[in-house]
């Protein structure tokens, strides 16, 4: 059965708990744009996560297609050197 409401959520004690490992630097970074946005460290990630996702689906075919040109152009021209 397929869930069409996407706003549908488990409550935060049904969500199994993630383990990541990364950088101290990008740990720093995070942390600050938690601060700043006011959530927690697990907010802040899956907020920008989501906004990724959504991101990527916002995006028009012809859009993809030019952003795919422009990176192949660039490794292109790195290969050459």
Partial sequence: ME???KSAK??????APFGLRMQPELKA????AADRNERS???EITARLNQSFELIAGLK???INA???KIATRLG?????
């Fill in 3 to 5: 869930n069409s409401n």
């Fill in 10 to 15: 488990l409550p935060i004690s049904n969500v």
């Fill in 29 to 32: 970074q995070l942390q600050a």
């Fill in 41 to 43: 460290m697990n907010s």
């Fill in 77 to 81: 021209e790195k290969i050459k050197k």
């Fill in 67 to 69: 952003l795919a040109e």
């Fill in 61 to 63: 075919d012809a859009e």
